[in-house]
């Protein structure tokens, strides 16, 4: 989603250029869902925050011992797609970038839909709070991360 700030947004375009990510912004329409498709299937990599849902976009899961929102958006297109997602994090250590992957999450076609989309939303939830637990300041928000998922309308947790 674009930041508040344009000046913010700017920023963070100009680094990802930088870096060769290409930035889908994320709106409330059909394009969105189709530009992640079309690189999909071009065999591109997308990197979705899965922690940070939008609006109704969302599945509950237990994560670091409380029930919260994580976004539908990535287990619903890797069910439609046949794709796996994985869990991907970066970190700075010693002055050097470190990447880390998760075990790849396989979002069971065998299922129900939806049932299929919450397990592998779990499974993404543990494997985040096991790397959370471990390396704490690998998860910053500029936020207050629990008090937004308190505020989601609709459903309770």
């Known amino acids: 989603m674009a930041e508040a ?79 796996r997602c994985a869990m991907l994090s970066r970190a700075r250590r010693s002055g050097a970038v470190q990447s880390l992957r998760g075990v790849p999450i396989e979002v069971r076609r065998d299922r129900p839909r939806d049932e299929a989309i919450q397990a592998a939303a779990q499974e993404f939830a543990n494997q985040l709070g096991a790397r959370v637990r471990e390396h704490p300041e690998y998860w910053y928000h500029f936020y207050r991360y629990w008090d937004a998922q308190a505020d989601t309308p609709d459903q309770p947790l």
């Open 5 to 83: 700030d344009p000046a913010v947004n700017r920023l963070r375009r100009e680094i990802r250029d930088l870096v060769g990510a290409d930035t889908i912004e994320v709106g409330h329409s059909l394009d969105t869902a189709l530009q992640i498709r079309r690189r999909l299937a071009e065999n591109s990599i997308v990197a979705i925050l899965m922690d940070r849902h939008i609006g109704r976009d969302r599945v509950s899961v237990q994560f670091l011992g409380r029930r919260t929102w994580f976004l539908r958006t990535p287990a619903l297109m890797a069910f439609m797609t046949g794709r």
